[in-house]
T-cell receptor, first 113, second 112 residues
Framework: DQQVKQNSPSLSVQEGRISILNCDYTNSMFDYFLWYKKYPAEGPTFLIS?????DKNEDGRFTVFLNKSAKHLSLHIVPSQPGDSAVYFC????????????FGQGTRLTINP | EADIYQTPRYLVIGTGKKITLECSQTMGHDKMYWYQQDPGMELHLIHYSYGVNSTEKGDLSSESTVSRIRTEHFPLTLESARPSHTSQYLC???????????FGQGTRLTVV
């Protein structure tokens, strides 16, 4: 049973436009949601996060929106740049024990010049 | 950015060999994790640790084992490598009140 889902395996966006990556989750007990960016043969790097008590968090070109009633979050990147081309993973943190992160399958974002 | 290191970065090894993947962090984090990732798939947690002398199996069954004798060190061992173990292995740590997990650069393992 996959608790965090990214239903779009890939997304292609024109440089300068907005990229919107989506993520759905099933466990209402998650307390933090995070987005990681990953290049091939590298480890994921943290991008932005949001607490479950907020609905929006912004950091430069990156904004994450959380809709708790729909159990949905999205990452907006604007304007998109070629260097943003990577795989983006949505992750959710459990509240118990080791507070493990549960990851989605990732979305491969390609920014076209 | 993060002080967490994995060695080797790449490893090609024959079936039946014993291997140890190293992971070290200098942030003093109490929690450490091993994830396994195949191309196009999510990261699957295979082991985690709350602290020294604490290890637990993750959500994905794995034939590997781990140890946590020192806070900064969390090695993963495969006693007898098989082609099905071919994957990328990612080590991570988190600690204190922080919710972020910091990842190492990963080890890409190929068993032939």
């Amino acid at each position: 049973d996959q608790q965090v889902k990214q239903n779009s395996p890939s997304l292609s966006v024109q440089e300068g436009r907005i990229s919107i990556l989506n993520c759905d989750y099933t466990n209402s007990m998650f307390d933090y949601f995070l987005w990681y960016k990953k290049y091939p043969a590298e480890g994921p790097t943290f991008l932005i996060s949001i607490s479950s008590i907020k609905d929006k968090n912004e950091d430069g070109r990156f904004t994450v929106f959380l809709n708790k009633s729909a159990k949905h979050l999205s990452l907006h990147i604007v304007p998109s740049q070629p260097g943003d081309s990577a795989v983006y993973f949505c992750a959710a943190r459990g509240t118990q024990g080791a507070q493990k992160l549960v990851f989605g399958q990732g979305t491969r974002l390609t920014i076209n010049p | 950015e993060a002080d967490i290191y994995q060695t080797p970065r790449y490893l090609v090894i024959g079936t039946g060999k014993k291997i140890t993947l190293e992971c070290s962090q200098t942030m003093g984090h109490d929690k450490m994790y091993w994830y396994q990732q195949d191309p196009g798939m999510e990261l699957h947690l295979i082991h985690y640790s709350y602290g020294v002398n604490s290890t637990e199996k993750g959500d994905l069954s794995s034939e590997s084992t781990v140890s946590r004798i020192r806070t900064e060190h969390f090695p993963l061992t495969l006693e007898s490598a098989r082609p099905s173990h071919t994957s990328q292995y990612l080590c991570a740590s988190s600690g204190g009140l922080g919710f972020r997990a910091f990842f190492g650069q990963g080890t890409r393992l190929t068993v032939v």
